[in-house]
């Protein structure tokens, strides 16, 4: 075989592999309104949270916004946009707000989330206790092992 025949068959399947990929080199078209329908989800999953939890002093949540702000409090009214909120008064975030009782729209809802109860607060407090403990008695163990040995400093 000669070298012009060698070089145009080595072209022609090089064309023909190529010719495969047409498809994966399309370009992949996003909806406009993909941003709006990941927004919808958010808000109907907040809105069903919400609807589940109910009103009064027994529906204590946490709400994490869009905006990165998170508040904790109880839920006092439920609208179909929109819940109210009772904020804690322990818990006022950075956010400088005027009165106790906020009006939140569901599309700025980032998750909510139930209050944590007692017993895991109380339980994460004992947790790090015994550990913090933990660590001060291996280092007193390790010193007393140092010295021991007559490394003792």
Not at 17 to 33: F, K, R, S, W
Not at 46 to 67: M, Y
């Amino acid at each position: 075989m000669s070298l012009p025949a060698k070089v145009s068959a080595l072209i022609l399947t090089i064309a023909m592999a190529l010719e495969g990929t047409g498809i994966a080199q399309e370009v992949i078209t996003v909806p406009g309104d993909f941003q709006a329908q990941v927004l919808d989800d958010k808000a109907a999953k907040a809105k069903a949270e919400v609807t589940r939890r109910g009103t009064g002093e027994k529906s204590k949540v946490r709400v994490k916004l869009r905006d990165k702000h998170e508040w904790k409090g109880h839920i006092t009214q439920i609208d179909d946009d929109s819940f109210e909120l009772q904020i804690d008064p322990d818990w006022l975030d950075t956010l400088p707000i005027k009165d106790r009782r906020v009006t939140i729209r569901y599309a700025k809802v980032e998750k909510i989330r139930g209050a944590r109860p007692r017993a895991a607060t109380v339980g994460i407090a004992i947790g790090m206790t015994v550990a913090t403990v933990a660590i001060l008695v291996a280092l007193v163990v390790l010193k007393f092992d140092r010295c021991r040995r007559g490394n003792c400093s």
